[in-house]
C-alpha cells in the first residue's frame, strides 16, 4: 500500500493504454457529430468527385488526421499527482491548464471500466467535486490497484483532516481497515426477474422518439421523404387497424427485449456491500460501474415499486448524495431489484435511528383533486367540442376516457399520498400503481419553499417544497398551518445545531 | 399542533416562525427594469414574428393580426401583473437564514439557512445599471433548483448581505 502510494506524489502519466482510449473517444466523437454526412457519403448514387466535393474530403480527412495526432499528444501532455491536501492535474496540448483540487472538496471518487477499458486491463478515476460544475476531473487510464491506492488514500486524507477539525476522541479507531460485507448479489435469474417486470412503456417510449429522430435526421440528409419510401415499401405500415395492431404488438416485444437486455447487461453480476463508513456497488457487463458513497453523505434514500414487483416482493432502492450541478443520474447508488429486508437494512444502517422514529402521518387535502380535475375537463371540452363541430361521434371516447381516468387517478393519489413526521426524519410515500416512498433525515434539507397558488389561499392550503444537497421532496396541499409549523421546524432544526451534512 | 412532533423539545409555538417576518420590498425601480426587459423582449419576439409573415408569401393577414393581437393583449396581461406583484416581492434577514417572497397568483417563499449557503454573487444586468440596481444570487450544493436570486437591490445594499453572508459562511466553517 505504501509503495504505491508514493508513486503519486511525482507528477506521473496515465498509463499507456491513455493513447487508445484518447483515439477511441476522439473517434466516437468524429461519428456522434457527422454519422449522417458519413452516411450519405458512403451511400450516394453519384459516384464521381467534383473538385470542390474532393477539396471538402480532403479537409475533412486532414482535419481528422490533425484531432488524432492532438489526441496522441495530449496524452504525453497530460500529468497528475498528489500534494498533502490537493490533488493536481496539468494538461493541455496548445493551452497548459493547471487543475488544483483540494482534498476537502472532493466528494468522491468513482472507478469505472468500459468495454474498452476492460480489454486494456484498465480502469478509469473519474472525481466528483459537488457545487463547482465543470471541474470535474478524470482519469482515463489507470491500473487498477492504482486507482484503488489513489482512491483509498483521497478519501483517508479527508477522514483524517476532518477528524483534526473535529477533535473527536473517539476516532483512532476508524483508520483499522473497514471489513466489507456483502448485502446482496443479483444472480442471472434475478435480473431476468427485474428485467421482466420493469416499465416497458418508457421503453417504448423512448424507442418511438429515437425512431422518430433518426428518420427525420437521415431523412435531412438524404434529403428524401424516407417515411413516405417506407410506408409504400410495405404495405403492413399503411394506417389503418390490422397495420396499427402489428406495429404496437412489434413495439411492445422490441421494448420487452431492449429493457431485458439493457436490465441484465446494466446490472450484470451486480454486488452490493456494506462497510461501516460506506457503500459500494458493481455492477455490469460491458460497462464495469463501481460506486463508493460514504454514508454521512448520503442525502436521502428512495424505494420504489410496481404492481408486477409488488407480487414479487421486490423494490428498486435509489440512494443519493451530494451532486454537483453537471451531474447525471449515474452518480447515485440504485439498485434495481431489493427485498423488503434489504430495503429496511440500507436505510436503518445509512440513517441511525430511522428504524425506531416515531412517525405520525399526514394526509393531503382533498382540494388537491378539486385543482388538478380541472386540467383533465379541459380535454374532454376540446374533443367534446371538436366531436360536435365535425359531427365525429368516435371522439366521445377520448372526451370521456380524460376527466374519468384521470379523475381516478387523481383521486386515488390523493387518497394514498402520506407524509411521515418524526423530530429527525421526514418520509413521503406516494402513487397510485406503484408506490414511491422517499426518506430523509431533517437535518439534510438545505432549502424550503412554501408555494401557494390563489386557489390554495382562498382555502388557507399551501405546498412545501423540500431541498436537500441530493434531490428534493415535495408536499402538495397540506393544510396551512402544518405547512408553516413544517417549515418553522425545519429551519430550527436545520440551524440549531451544527452538523456534517453532506 | 403539539402533536405534530411528539418528541421534538418545544413546542411548536415557540419557534421563530417565518410567517411573522417584515418582509423588505425591492427597490421602487426594479419595478421599471422589470417592466423594460419584459416589453424589450416580447416586442423583439413580435417584430420578428411580424417580419417573417411579411416575408413569407401569402400569409393570411387576419392569422398574422390576430396573433399579434393575441401577443399584445398577453403582454398587457403580464405586465399589470407584474405591476400588482411588485409590491409582494421582497426579502428578509434573518440571524441563521435568507428568504426570499414572490407572487401575485402563485405565491411562493424560499427559505435558505445560511449554514448551507456554497457561495454568493452579487450581478448586474445591462438594464439594472442604468439604475443602479443589482441581484444577488445565492448558490446550495446539488442542484440548481434550491438556489435562490434576490433581483432589485440597490447595489451597496446588495454588497454588504453578501459581505454578511460570506462572513456568515466563514464563520460556521472555522467552529
Known sequence: MKKSELNFLEPRRQAQAAIAIFIYKFVVRILRAAWPILLVFLFRSNKEQSNTELLMNATVVIGGLFSLGVSVVAYFRYFFHLEEDQLVIQKGVFNRSLTKLPFERIQNLYIEQNVLHRLLGVVSLRVDSAGSSGHEVTIDALEREDAEAMRAYVLEQKQEEAQERSMDPAAPEQSAPVAQSLVLRLSFEDLLRIGVTQNHLATAGVIVGTVFGFLFTVAGAFEQDLVKTLIERWPMLQPGFWGFLILATLLFVVAFFLTLIRTVTQHYDLQFFESREGFQLKAGLFNRREAFMQKRKIQLIRWTDNPLRRLLGLFRVSIHQAISGSERAAEQISIPGCKRAQVDDVVHSSFEGSAAADFRGHSISKAYFIWYIRFMLLPAVVFGALGYLLQEPRFVLPAIAFPVLGGLYLWLYQQRFRLWLSPEYLKTSEGVLGRTITLLPVYKVQSVRIRQSFFQRRRDLASVELYTAGGSVRVPFLPLDLARALQDYVLYRVESRREDWM | ?175
Open chain 2, 1 to 175: 399542533m403539539n402533536t405534530l412532533f411528539q418528541n421534538a423539545q418545544l413546542s411548536i409555538e415557540e419557534l421563530p416562525r417565518v410567517a411573522e417576518v417584515d418582509w423588505q420590498g425591492l427597490d421602487r425601480a426594479y419595478l421599471r427594469v422589470d417592466l423594460i426587459g419584459l416589453w424589450l423582449f416580447r416586442l423583439g419576439v413580435l417584430g420578428v414574428f411580424l417580419a417573417y409573415t411579411f416575408f413569407v408569401e401569402g400569409f393570411p393577414p387576419v392569422v398574422r393580426w390576430s396573433i399579434a393581437g393575441l401577443w399584445g393583449f398577453l403582454l398587457l396581461l403580464t405586465t399589470v401583473l407584474r405591476y400588482l406583484g411588485f409590491r409582494i416581492k421582497g426579502y428578509a434577514v434573518r440571524q441563521h437564514d435568507l428568504m426570499y417572497r414572490r407572487g401575485l397568483l402563485f405565491r411562493s417563499v424560499t427559505v435558505v439557512p445560511f449554514t448551507r449557503i456554497q457561495h454568493s454573487e452579487v450581478e448586474q444586468g445591462v438594464i439594472e445599471r442604468q439604475f443602479g440596481l443589482s441581484s444577488l444570487s445565492v448558490f446550495t450544493a446539488g442542484g440548481s433548483q434550491s438556489d435562490l436570486v434576490i433581483p432589485g437591490l440597490k447595489r451597496e445594499d446588495a454588497e454588504r448581505i453578501r459581505n454578511f453572508l460570506s462572513q456568515k459562511v466563514a464563520a460556521d466553517e472555522e467552529e
